[in-house]
């Protein structure tokens, strides 16, 4: 039978509607006497499995029959490299030790989605009520532990969230309507308390909205990637003059909200599920999401996602903007040999051109490994940023502070003054004329400006500083009486940095081999970056595209796949 195509969740009728520019308001409930740390946590790919059985097979997706000799018998806590998703252990676990160990050390929590279990048992097929139920249940967790603290969460639906199961959206139906009341029913019970009030309309057409995490100073944009992801067939594909399409819409918006933010002279993390790439979006999709990050990386600190379960980072280009048939040609990123290889790669590209980069022409993109030990181990990674300068770090009155108002100020005054530019050179108006580039969003491009001043490109106030990412080695070993410990998988700060009075990891949560000062080395600190801007990372990924650096890249490659196989 010919499949087809499902709208999202059938939750979103219809069309998403595109919601007017408004002033964001942040999500309740919010204590404003909070103290700002600096640090932010950054999880996804939790895939919490209900029918997860300890010693059944993986043939299984563990949910029944003994495990063959060759065949890996599944954990309780889970079974690490494997093809199964987390049992509620592992996920309980996870959580009663961020609350322990983060919830008072981290201002906020992006969480880019797949809450619920792969639909890949056909003896278990995964009904609504189940993906409601799952997600009820995170998200439940988030509140508890987070927002009831007063700490913001900002979720993202990923792909597995949507009923029914996601991968491909292939169905014998094309269709899910939900009725209104099942609608408000998903968004009261499950994400209402994430969503600021003014978002919950784009929210209910869409599920994309902003939040302020810090008011005034700091906002976070979360989209639904299924508007651009290519294997969701129910929508078209972000065509120019397809005004109604759903990704053109999410995207009209998109630019409303960071010209916004950009008049308020505010900075802004991008987070969503599925990563963009010319290999998983809409090729008309991934133009306007690497044109607005070139236009918009005066504000953009950064770009978070997951889906992919594997730990790396890659960048836009604005010469993925290029109009010619030679640039069409080449093969997508990633569509051919392992992530490793594709990275390697274009990094070696970047180390052959390292002495003419342009830091306007790139935006960096960062996907966190998965919470779900499949393929790999469970992870999370907090990140630091800065927050030195402010005369008081009080949540309720950074928005007042005078060094926040005194740097807007000397932004917005430089900003005026800069000259325009055009984001791609060689998209001439020849070029542009003919039939296969006439229609395309790359010969559509604005003029714009860029700022190597700005917090992306230069350490200043509220610039990611680095990360410290957490996992569980040697999953299999654990039971019943012997609970797993996240440990530090690596960290991307310089140890120096390490000690000093605000340090960017609590010392509490550091191994003993770096607590104490004079530590100089540690294959801990495999990269020593002085921050996450973006000249450091077009500095570390030239390294690693030098092939004489072997040692470099093997510990790449390690932390990547946490010594598991290649994807």
């Known amino acids: 039978m010919k499949k087809r195509t499902l709208w999202l969740v059938g939750l979103w009728c219809g069309q998403a509607l595109a919601a007017p520019p408004q002033v964001v308001l942040h999500a309740a409930p919010s204590t404003s006497d909070r103290k ?54 592992l996920t309980n676990i996870t959580f009663e030790h961020l609350e322990e160990h983060w919830s008072s050390e981290i201002d906020f929590v992006i969480w880019t989605g797949d809450n619920a279990r792969h639909d890949e048992d056909h003896e278990i097929p995964r009904p609504l009520d189940e993906v409601f139920a799952l997600n009820r249940a995170v998200a439940k967790k988030m509140e508890d532990v987070f927002l009831k603290k007063g700490i913001p969460v900002v979720p993202s639906l990923g792909n597995n969230d949507v009923w029914p199961h996601a991968s491909g959206f292939y169905v014998d139906d094309p269709f899910v309507f939900l009725t209104s009341t099942t609608a408000e029913y998903f968004i009261s019970s499950i994400w209402d308390a994430f969503i600021p009030s003014g978002f919950k309309t784009s929210f209910r057409n869409g599920a994309y909205y902003a939040l302020e995490v810090i008011p005034d100073a700091l906002a976070a944009i979360s989209l639904n990637t299924m508007y651009f992801y290519h294997n969701n067939k129910a929508v078209r594909g972000c065509l120019v003059g397809d005004a109604s399409d759903p990704g053109n819409l999410q995207f009209d918006w998109l630019e409303e909200q960071l010209e916004m933010f950009r008049a308020r002279q505010m900075q802004v993390w991008v987070t969503g599920h599925i990563p963009p790439s010319d290999y998983h979006y809409f090729p008309e999709c991934y133009y306007r999401y690497a044109e607005l990050s ?68 790139y935006a960096v993109v960062t996907v966190s490994p998965s919470l779900v030990p499949n393929p790999y181990l469970p992870s999370f990674r907090v990140f630091s940023y800065n927050i030195s300068g402010l005369g008081s770090t009080t949540v309720g009155v950074v928005g007042e502070d005078e060094y926040l108002l005194m740097t807007k100020k000397e932004r917005a005054s430089r ?60 999953l299999e070993k654990y039971d019943e009486k012997d609970g797993p410990k996240f440990k530090l998988e690596y960290l991307t700060f310089p140890i120096s940095s390490l000690h000093l009075t605000e340090g960017p990891v609590p010392l509490r949560n550091l191994p003993k081999s770096l607590r104490e000062a004079g530590v100089t080395e540690s294959e801990l600190a495999p990269y020593e970056l002085p921050d996450l801007t973006i000249p450091s990372w077009l500095d570390l990924a030239c390294e690693l595209g030098k092939p004489r650096e072997k040692k470099l890249r093997k510990q790449f490659k390690k932390y990547m796949y946490m010594g598991g196989e290649d994807i």
Not at 37 to 60: K, M, W
Not at 458 to 474: R, S, V
């Open 294 to 361: 070139l236009r918009y990386q005066d504000i953009i600190l950064g770009s978070l996602f997951g889906h992919l379960n594997v730990d790396h980072f890659y960048f836009v280009e604005a010469a993925d903007l290029d109009a010619s048939p030679e640039k069409d040609g080449m093969v997508p990123h990633s569509s051919e040999g392992t992530i490793f290889e594709a990275l390697m790669t274009n990094f070696q590209a970047l180390a052959n051109g390292s002495k003419h980069l342009n830091y306007d022409n």
């Open 36 to 89: 700002l740390h600096g640090r932010f946590l950054h999880i996804t790919d939790i895939h919490p499995d209900p029918y997860y059985a300890e010693g059944t097979s993986q043939s299984s997706q563990c949910h029944r029959k003994e495990p063959s000799d060759n065949d890996q018998r599944a954990g309780y806590y889970g079974t690490p490299f494997g093809v199964c998703d987390s049992p509620w252990t």
């Open 415 to 474: 900003w005026k003054h800069l000259p325009y530019r055009h984001g791609n050179d060689g998209n001439d108006d020849r070029q542009c004329m003919g039939a296969g580039y006439r229609d395309s969003w790359r010969c559509k491009l604005r003029p714009w400006r860029s700022d190597s001043h700005a917090p992306s490109r230069q350490n200043t106030l509220w610039t990611p500083l680095g990360y410290a990412q957490y996992y569980i080695p040697q």
